[in-house]
């Protein structure tokens, strides 16, 4: 199988470097070219994935038309906010690839402009008979635990059952475990709003909270996300799930989370900017509050913790307000919409 993957990011080249291991053919595009000749050269990713061997074989170019020609596999793997633009360039190459190439996007996110999610960019630039090979990889997966061999279960979502099989099997290594599934709006919610949350729950730790603080974010947050991914038509099982409930997990429990350490730099007193920089790679996140943020006020879904997370964010609201502003939210029943005996809000 002919395979490129666009992005030699951490998540594009450690995917790359699991493709390559089952003998596929695997090229890595990226537009930054230190990156790439970093590859060429050595074979590894060391401003990516420092100190891990990619698989020997791998492929690298920053020319796209080179990459795309005869693939049957394209991998989209660069941050969400520039999707578009990377699929624009792709478009006009498509013909090249192989007739039934599928497509791939394993990014996360929403773009903040017009608060589409990345099927619904991805099918407003590629042409109709393109839209069922088009599936979507996300769940609970730190791109250096990949890299490195270690176990993991991902879900695939494809508006087309057949497509996302012919990815699960493409993918699906003994470490390396693709369930399918059709519900793609609902894998896409759960893998964009959850980093708000690991945001929040590094905030916490930030703050010096402890375990049960984390627990309760967690809980209540996968509770936000998942009206919200109903509000969009998704089906909620889908958010207990791998792309739900298990990559929220993974998100918020780890300091390997660039989205948890965000957080955690902002409850110990650092201001974004300084946290960003030494950071130094893309917090998805960041980003993902302000469109989770926005879509949920255009759907009239209540989102207290993505809202408080947006409002720490761009708008200066102080950790503590934070904390003392969700402290004083009015005592609710735990099930949505469930009146209290004293007529107390059910919001
Ligand atoms: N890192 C992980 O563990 C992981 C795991 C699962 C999903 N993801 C998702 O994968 C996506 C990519 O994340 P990442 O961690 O690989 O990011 P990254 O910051 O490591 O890499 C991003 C890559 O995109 C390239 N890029 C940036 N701007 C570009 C542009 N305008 N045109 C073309 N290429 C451009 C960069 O050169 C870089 O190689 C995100 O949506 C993320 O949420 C990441």
New binding site residues.
């Given amino acids: 199988m002919h395979v490129a993957v666009i992005?030699?990011?951490?998540?594009?080249s450690a995917l790359a470097s699991l493709l390559r291991s089952k003998d596929h053919d695997v090229v890595l595009w990226?537009?930054?070219e230190l990156?790439v000749s970093g590859i060429a050269a050595t074979g590894d990713n060391e401003r990516?994935l420092p100190g891990i061997s990619l698989s020997p074989g791998l492929r690298a170019t920053t020319d796209l038309a080179a990459a795309v020609v005869g693939a049957d596999l394209i991998v989209l793997?660069?941050?969400?906010q520039?999707t578009r633009?990377?699929a624009e360039r792709i478009r006009p190459l498509l013909p090249t690839a192989a007739e039934d190439c599928v497509l791939c996007s394993?990014?996360?996110?929403i773009e903040v402009e017009t608060l589409m999610t990345m099927h619904q960019v991805l099918e407003s630039v590629f042409p109709p008979e393109v839209h069922p090979r088009l599936t979507y990889l996300s769940g609970p997966?730190?791109?250096?635990e990949v890299a490195a061999g270690l176990p993991t279960a991902v879900t695939v979502a494809a508006r087309d059952l057949v497509y996302a099989r012919r990815t699960q099997i493409a993918f699906a290594t003994k470490f390396f475990r693709p369930y399918v599934t059709e519900d793609v709006i609902g894998v896409e919610i759960g893998g964009c709003a959850k980093n708000v949350i690991a945001i929040a729950v590094g905030l916490a730790n930030g703050l010096g909270f402890e375990r049960n603080a984390d627990a309760a974010l967690i809980t209540r947050g996968l509770s936000e996300i998942t009206r919200l991914a109903m509000a969009l038509g998704a089906d909620p099982l889908t958010l207990g799930g791998l792309a739900g409930v298990g990559d929220l997990v993974l998100t918020c429990t780890s300091e390997k989370s660039r989205n948890y350490r965000v957080g955690y730099g902002l409850g110990q007193g650092e201001d974004l900017e300084t946290v960003q920089q030494r950071l130094g790679?893309?917090a998805?996140g960041v980003v993902n509050a302000k469109a989770v943020h926005l879509l949920a006020v255009s759907l009239g879904v209540e989102m207290p913790l993505c809202n408080a997370v947006y409002r720490l964010l761009y708008e200066g609201l102080t950790p503590q307000q934070a904390v003392d502003e969700l402290a004083a939210r009015d005592l609710k029943h735990e099930l949505p919409g469930r009146p209290l005996p004293d007529g107390g809000d059910d919001a």
């Fill in positions: 992005g030699a990011g951490s998540w594009g990226d537009i930054d990156t990516y793997a660069v941050p969400s520039v633009e990377v394993v990014t996360k996110g997966s730190f791109a250096v790679q893309v998805e």
